[in-house]
């Protein structure tokens, strides 16, 4: 119950902007969610480095499950590779420990490092998914890891990136590679955490067939789509033991969205629709979960424009919003957000903040989170500089015009005015601090809001 309450806990209650809301009337599809909808699961993609510190943050934002990913392959195995699986464990109990779910993330047709060194360079080399040899080399990794980790409470396979065919044009490919591979893990995952769920993770699933391999071309993400509804027609796959978790690029990646003005060649019906879950909640499916990667940041596979901002906050609140309604309203059962480490602890917090209230928005968040770190007679000047940072977003600036919504009204014109206002507001310390567990002082993240607005001068 902590995570559902302490989220509130410090911040003003803020009637929300009724003309904001009202501006995204009509852009969200409608499906059997519906504004009441309920997401059973909250999670973040936290990728690793979990400390008691972040497990507070993530608890008061209202995150219930993270994900880890396993990256044992990394490692040459011996001692290097079993300090990493005790590492792992130990961060997997902190969480449980503090009432947070953990599911770990296993990737599919990786090479094990067997270089020089003690560990690789973290790119991770993909073998042919056809090789039975390396195939079974790779399932014997996991199993090892599975054993270790069994105390998780799941697991979800992750299909692609890396993974699958990619740079093997050998590769006859296909998506029997991923599927089959998934059911192997699944009863190992039954074998040795019988009390673990598991999910089929099946972002980059493209990958898995040759033709469509590069993501740079627009049949990927349609086949993202085409693939993800084969998945779902299979018999005796998704149900009760195995969950899905779905990217749903086609609502938010402004790669994919790009490619289709590009082309002119926009998907029938957005993945997932509200159609997609209703056949997989009529198979019982235990978990349909929603996985929106990159969206916490300014990045997107270092598909940037104008200056790179990945390293100082950025604020996406409002496609944030867009994508948590886009999920609610499709009926997903629950949302994972993608890793945002890089300064944006807003964005995860307006993240949860949707997940959990329908009737949140954007400035709702954002005036809440302008409280968290300035006395309250500085909060509304802030709010207006963070929506002035919004407004120069990466994020929005790289979505076709059609994808674009409508940005932040604002008083704030120029850099000048917000470097100024950053000057003269009081940051909270001692006992004016919120009782929300920041992942920082409220110092550095004004500094770091500095940083940020002192690049907007050059733009």
């Not at 969610?33 to 699961?41: C, E, I, L, R, S």
């Not at 067997?114 to 073998?127: A, C, H, I, Q, R």
């Not at 990646?253 to 009529?282: G, I, T, W």
């Not at 790289?398 to 932040?408: H, I, M, W």
Request: proline share 4%; hydrophobic share 35%.
């Amino acid at each position: 119950m902590k995570g559902l309450l302490s989220f509130k806990r410090g911040v003003a209650v803020i009637v929300a902007s009724v003309l904001f809301s009202l501006s995204f009337c009509g852009c969200q599809p409608q499906g059997p969610g519906g504004q009441d909808h309920k997401f059973d699961t909250v999670g973040y993609y936290a990728f690793g480095g979990v400390t008691q510190s972040w497990v507070n943050y993530w608890l008061d934002c209202g995150i219930d499950t993270i994900e880890l990913l396993d990256i044992g392959w990394y490692f040459k195995a011996g001692d290097r590779l079993k300090a990493y699986q005790e590492q792992m464990k130990n961060e997997i109990e902190l969480a449980q420990k503090n009432g947070i779910k953990v599911y770990v993330v296993l990737l599919t047709n990786l090479e094990q490092w067997t270089g020089p060194e003690d560990y690789g360079n973290g790119s991770g080399k993909v073998f042919d998914p056809g090789n039975a040899e390396k195939m079974a080399e790779r399932l014997a990794y996991i199993e090892d890891n599975i054993k270790y980790w069994n105390m998780a409470d799941g697991f979800n396979l992750f299909a692609g990136d890396p993974g699958g065919v990619l740079g093997l044009p050998t590769v006859a490919g296909g998506l029997t590679f991923y599927i089959d591979m998934g059911k192997k893990v699944h009863a190992l995952v039954k074998e040795h955490a019988p009390d673990a769920e598991y999910n089929l993770n099946i972002w980059a699933v493209s990958q898995y067939v040759q033709a469509v391999a590069n993501p740079q071309s627009v049949h990927f993400w349609h086949s993202e789509g085409k693939l993800g509804r084969q998945i779902i027609e299979m018999k005796n796959l998704l149900g009760p033991e195995i969950g899905i978790e779905i990217p749903g690029h086609d609502y938010y990646r402004a790669l994919a969205l790009r490619l289709y003005e590009k082309h002119d060649e926009y998907p029938e019906s957005y993945f997932p629709s509200k159609e997609d879950v209703a056949a997989m909640n009529e198979k019982g499916t235990a978990r349909t979960w929603a996985f929106c990667h990159f969206l916490m940041d300014e990045l997107d596979d270092g598909d940037t424009s104008g200056n790179s901002r990945t390293t100082l906050p950025s604020l996406n609140t409002r496609y944030i919003y867009k994508y948590v309604e886009s999920m609610r309203n499709v009926g997903m059962s629950g949302v994972i957000a993608g890793n945002a480490t890089l300064n944006n602890y807003a964005n995860l917090y307006a993240f949860a903040r949707f997940c959990h209230d329908p009737e949140a928005t954007p400035e709702t968040v954002l005036r809440e989170y302008a409280n968290m770190l300035v006395t309250e007679e500085g909060a509304d000047q802030l709010f207006e500089v963070l929506k002035y940072i919004e407004n120069d977003a990466n994020w929005h600036q790289k979505l076709p015009e059609r994808e674009q919504v409508p940005l932040f009204e604002t008083t704030i014109k120029t850099p000048q005015e917000a470097e100024a206002i950053l000057q003269q507001v009081t940051v909270r310390t001692g006992s004016s601090l919120s009782e929300f567990s920041l992942p920082e002082t409220p110092d550095e993240s004004i500094r770091k809001l500095k940083q940020r607005i002192a690049i907007m001068y050059n733009n």
